[in-house]
């Protein structure tokens, strides 16, 4: 049972990172994606899902 629950905490790990990058890359404003990424950080699960529902869209890309 514990190796289910190791799986799924990997997978939201990696929507999160996903999220961030996703969030970092868009066109909002600074503060918009620091509040969108501590938000993320913060609630990893339901941050992740009101992202998905109401973050900000990709604008540009995310040039590292």
Partial sequence: MGIEYGVLGLII?????WAIIKTLGSSASDV???IWVLVILVLPV??????????????GRLTV
């Fill in 46 to 59: 339901l941050g992740l899902i009101a992202w998905l529902i109401a973050g900000p869209k990709s604008g």
């Fill in 13 to 17: 790990l990696i929507l999160d990172i």
């Fill in 32 to 34: 918009t994606k620091l």
